[in-house]
Every structure is written in C-alpha cells, then in structure tokens.
C-alpha cells in the first residue's frame, strides 16, 4: 500500500503523479476462503479490515453483486451521533465514534470525519420531556449531550425559525457536540484500501446467487463467478438482507423500504451544526462543497424501488421552508432513494443464524452509516469467534423470539 | 406516487390510504398452544419479498375498508387488487 502523507504527495508531485498505484486490486475468486463477506458496502469491508488487522483472518473474500460502495455508504445523508436511548444501542454506536474520530489515522485515508455538532430540535412539551430523558439516559453512560433552551437553539443557529407563532416553535433542543458528519464514500474507500492492503479479495460483479449448506452448516456460495467454499460466511447486504437470508431458508424480521434524501445548490456557509427534527421527519446539514443535504422519513409501504414517492419529498420541503425560512428559494439539485431494512424495534441484527457458520449484519433501518466502524469491529469478532462481542450479543437474531427487544423508535426510526 | 384501485371506490392516490404490512398472516387459531418461535414467526417474521407481493391497503380518507393489493415491489406496478375472499 502507498502510505498517503505530505512528503508522499510532494515526491510523486515532482514526478508528475504517475506512479500512483490503484487503492485496491481487482481480485479474481479463489475456490475457498476461511470467510467469506457478502456485501462491499462500508459495513462489509470494515468487517474485513477488522477480521484481518485484528484477529490475523487474512484468507477473506468481500463479494460484491454491483460495484464497491454502490449501495447504502454512497446514499446515506453521512451523519454520525451516538445518542441513543437504550444502554445497548448508546453503547455500541458510542462505541462506534470513538472508532470514527481516529478512523482517518487509522486507515491512512481522509474520511473528512467533521464533528460540528448534531442538534436535536423539539416542538412540544412532550418532546422536549422525552429529549430531556433522552439526554440523561446519554449522560448516564458516559455520551456527551446537552439540554439546550430555545435561545440556546437559537444562538447555535440563528437561521432557524424561533419565533412562537410557526408551524413547528422550537422549545428546545439537544445537542451531542462530538457528533457529525463524514465523507461516505471514502469510508468504504479508506476500509477497501486498508483490507485489501492486508491480503482480502474485493471481488466486484459478483453476485451471490445461492447458499449451500450440509449437516446445518454452510459450505460454499453459489455466485455468478462460480462456486466458492467458506468456511464462514458473514452476510451484510443491507437492502437485501431478506433476499439472501431466503436462500438459506431463513426468514427476517425485516420490511425493507425506500428512504430518500435530496441535495440543494451550493450555499455559502450558512450554519455548522446537523439540525434534526425527529417530529417533523426532516434532517439537514451543509457540506463542506456548500450544498445543503437534506433527509425524510422513510416511505410507508415496503418498496425496494430507489425513486421513492414525491410526496415525501412535498413534506420535507414544507418542513425545511417553516424551520428555514431562509432557504425557501433553494433550488434542488438532486434526489434519490436507497432500501433500508427496517426491524420492528429499529435495532440492528448482529447475529448468528440457526445455521452453523453463517452469519448476519443487517436491519439497521435508517440509521446504519453512523455505526460503520463499530459495526465492523464486533462483526469481525463474531466472525473469527463464532460467538458475539459483548457489545453485539443484544442485538441477536433470537430476540425477537424472547422478547428482549431494543426498541429505539424513538432515537432511530425517524432521523438518522 | 402509486394509484391504488379500491375495489369500491376505484383507482385514487395513494394519499388517502393507509399500507397495512404484508398479507395472507392468519391470526393463530389457538393462541395458547403457539411456541415462543411460532409467535415470533406471526408477530415479527415477513417474505419482504423483491417482486409480487400481496400486501394490505385500507382507504382511510374513502370508504375506510380494508383490501388487499397485489404489487411489484421493484417496479411498483400493481398487479391488481381483491377484497377478502374473493381473488381478482
């Protein structure tokens, strides 16, 4: 791997750049791999990195139906916070931003990791009772999180609509001041690069088109690339995580839906912090090119379609002109839809099925960007150990038959 | 947008309806005698299918009647639509 820094640049700049080798190779397929990682997406190749640096699994394929970072990481709104509800999920996602704020060092690779701050804003009394739980729960183990008043919001952001007489007052709000925003593309670049530097197949055009299994115990893949053993196999293909699962014939308990997001034309810089409103279903934050990306709830009904309804986009648009009054004459850029796989509970399933060596990271809903890197690292731990990491064990296929639900709608369904 | 047919009202935005979930889950017949797994199954445990799916439609702003719908669920086409019992 070339190592990426100053002096680096500055050499092959004096040599014109063109001794810059690709980040990651083309791999071809081996016949049989120790594990095998359905999914090039930023969860599936962080497992990978993960597997490989941290526990010596070098012998590891990532199989990709499409093209490396193609789904999910290159369509989500990038925003990054941990404060969640429930000590499952705050401990996992925390977990996962202590990863994000030395990821870049990490993998040698820029993921313009910028904590500006994600602001939570209520509309009524009672939101404001649930934000202040909310914020004590986060306290409690150990996230920073903050009760703001309404002029607080307002200093924070002095775009937003305060005044009493809107659509949507603003009564208050919380705010987690590590939380942000990251690059989404180059944390699938920056894990692809780091695993494939440390001996993982990123094997691309590569779509899983069968699991084989014998004595209860996966064998091998059937792809359109041919036939590769394994001696586990991780699935995380979020999006279809019900489709792969059917052909080990298991069912999920996930509905899949599309979940849009809209881009606007370039701004000066207009305000720093991630402003969300899990009421209205609208969040918004500005890029560091300017533009404004803005994200809705998800479409009701199940749909792996990547449009969306236009209707969604009418209602987050009439939310951000009642919040904004000042961007009511923004024109949109663009717009788009990725599938998300939606749990009853909102949590994600990090899990061992009831076949032996086959394993899950999926359902993580709306919100699975932000949980990247930690997502990786207990996944790989599954992988290498056969048996969950402490920090995933809640979130176990088998909880939906023991009841033991994470149920995060409250932090996670809505706002990202 | 889709156009949803009701079989009552006929074809109207999908605006005034409310999506019901997957169809064709029968409430257990004897509650009592269902294991933790098969109760899991019925709660939580859905095909999701990717292409034909039959799913529930209610026209909350029409007629306020419950029916079911068949659908693409890559394409979003509807395939057609049916009352309770009868097939269309």
Known sequence: ?416 | MLLIPCPWCGPREDDEFTFGGEADIPRPADPDALTDEQWADYLFMRDNRRGRHREQWCHTAGCRRWFIVERDTVTNEILGASTYGNSS
């Open chain 1, 1 to 416: 791997m070339q190592f990426y820094s100053l002096p680096n640049l500055i050499r092959r700049g004096l040599r014109g750049h063109r001794d810059w080798t690709p980040a990651w190779r083309k791999a071809e397929p081996k016949p049989s791999y120790d594990v095998v990682i359905v999914g090039a997406g930023g969860h599936g190749l962080a497992t990978a990195y993960y597997l490989a640096k941290l526990h010596g699994v070098t012998n590891v394929a990532v199989l990709e139906r499409g093209w490396l970072g193609g789904g999910n990481i290159g369509r989500n709104t990038a925003i990054v916070r941990s404060n969640y509800l429930w000590d499952a999920s705050a401990h996992i996602y925390e977990f996962s931003l202590k990863l994000w704020e030395g990821l870049s060092q990490e993998l040698n690779y820029n993921v313009m990791f910028s904590q500006r701050g994600l602001l939570n804003i209520g509309h009524s009394e009672q939101e404001m009772r649930d934000l202040a739980r909310r914020v004590g729960a986060n306290q409690l183990n150990g996230i920073d999180a903050e009760l703001l008043s309404t002029h607080e919001v307002s200093k924070l952001v002095p775009i937003l609509n305060t005044s009493p007489h809107t659509r949507y007052p603003v009564l208050g709000g919380t705010l987690q001041r590590r939380g942000g925003v990251a690059r989404h593309d180059a944390v699938a670049w920056g894990y692809a690069r780091a695993a494939d530097a440390l001996g993982v197949d990123i094997v691309e055009n590569c779509e899983v088109t069968g699991i084989r299994t014998a004595n209860g115990r996966v064998t091998s893949l059937e792809t359109t690339r041919g036939e590769i053993r394994a001696g586990a196999v991780g699935l995380v293909v979020a999006g279809n995580a019900s489709v792969l699962a059917s052909m080990a014939g298991i069912r999920l308990p996930i509905q899949s839906h599309p979940l849009q997001a809209l881009v606007t034309e370039p701004l000066k810089p207009v305000f720093d912090p991630v402003v969300m409103s899990s009421a209205v279903h609208v969040y918004i934050h500005q890029t560091d090119r300017g533009e404004l990306v803005l994200g809705a709830g998800i479409d009701a009904p199940v749909s792996y379609d990547l449009n969306g309804n236009f209707r969604i986009i009418e209602h987050v648009l009439a939310a951000v002109c009642e919040l904004f009054p000042i961007f009511s004459r923004v024109r949109m850029l663009r717009q788009w839809a990725g599938t998300v796989d939606v749990c009853p509970d909102a949590s994600p399933i990090i899990s061992g099925t009831p076949i032996k060596g086959l394993f899950m990271n999926c359902g993580w809903g709306t919100g699975g960007f932000k949980a990247t890197p930690g997502s990786g690292w207990v996944f790989a731990h599954t992988l290498a150990h056969q048996e969950p990491h402490p920090l995933n064990e809640p979130f176990s296929l088998d909880r939906f038959t023991t009841g033991a639900l994470i149920d995060e709608h409250g932090a996670a369904a809505v706002a990202h």
